[in-house]
């Protein structure tokens, strides 16, 4: 007798002692009395113990066969109540999901979609990382990350949860009272320009521009260099230098003249925010559901 057939002899006893009958024990796990019989008296051989004694009008425990119930029924009745409680979960989702986000995707985007998500679901809790490196998920042990699209590595799921972004190289307007505005992005290396260091490589952020089809990336210098773009925004309002950070960080400045945008046409659009997790990842009802409600939707 394998594993599984000494399990289900097991429970097949368990049933029998407890109904003390075999036709309600049959019924109860929804097999035949004979097939019931045969599994019995197969673990009794195997054991080499009687475990019930049958009459025409009654079944009983042997001294074994209770001993067996004292022993291993209770473990069982835990098993099967675990088993209940994981499976409630479908009725009712539960459980911590860890995503590691930017600051800038979990202001943006991440929490504005648990403000109304959280309420319909109570018993889920997320928590957020906030890490402007690309964090490996899988050893980290996170459930998902979000990062912008042309970031994510090729052998993850990725789900699409913003719009299309672009980005803005923007400075104050005493800034550029002192300096003269860029015509083109190579003009960017005569300024004091606020940089990101990535946290995971280490390397400097090169400026990604394009026009008319044809990317340029520059490096730029300055004497400010930050792991996250919340805080070249600040610089730059304090007329640091020039900032180049996501368009939607700063458009309320630019509106109230806080700040000056320059190069416009040689910002393009690119991919945004998605979230991604391990395609062998066995998605939870509670991460799934998740999932549906960060999803863009035009």
Wanted: charged share 25%.
């Amino acid at each position: 007798m394998n594993k599984t057939h000494y399990l289900n002899g097991i429970l097949a006893f368990l049933a029998v002692a407890r109904e003390r009958s075999f036709t309600r024990a049959a019924a109860r796990l929804g097999i035949s009395q004979s097939a019931l019989s045969h599994s019995i008296r197969a673990l009794e051989e195997r054991m080499g113990l009687r475990l019930l004694t049958r009459t025409t009008r009654s079944v009983s425990t042997t001294q074994a066969g209770e001993r067996l119930v004292y022993s291993l029924g209770p473990r069982f009745d835990e098993i099967e109540a675990e088993l209940a409680s994981i499976l409630e979960l479908r009725d009712k989702p539960a459980g911590t999901i860890r995503i590691t986000t930017s600051a800038h995707a979990a202001e943006t985007i991440l929490m504005p979609a648990l403000a109304k998500f959280l309420l319909d679901y109570p018993d889920i809790l997320v928590e957020a990382v906030i890490d402007p490196g690309l964090t490996d998920i899988v050893a980290e042990r996170y459930d998902a990350g979000i990062r912008l699209g042309e970031q994510v590595e090729k052998d993850m799921i990725a789900v699409r949860i913003s719009s299309e972004m672009r980005m803005a190289a923007v400075a104050t307007p005493s800034y550029f009272e002192a300096h003269s505005k860029p015509k083109t992005p190579r003009d960017l290396t005569r300024h004091n320009c606020l940089n990101i260091r990535f946290q995971t490589s280490g390397s400097l952020y090169a400026w990604e521009f394009e026009k008319n089809g044809r990317p340029l990336n520059v490096r730029v210098n300055g004497q400010i260099i930050c792991n996250g773009s919340a805080a070249i925004v600040s610089a730059s309002l304090l007329g640091l230098g020039i900032a180049y950070v996501p368009e939607d960080m700063v458009r309320a400045h630019v509106a109230e003249k806080r700040l000056m945008r320059v190069l416009s046409d040689w910002c393009p659009h690119f991919p945004g925010y998605h979230l991604y997790y391990p395609s062998r990842r066995q998605a939870s009802p509670a991460f799934a559901l998740l999932v549906e409600a960060l999803r863009y939707r035009r």
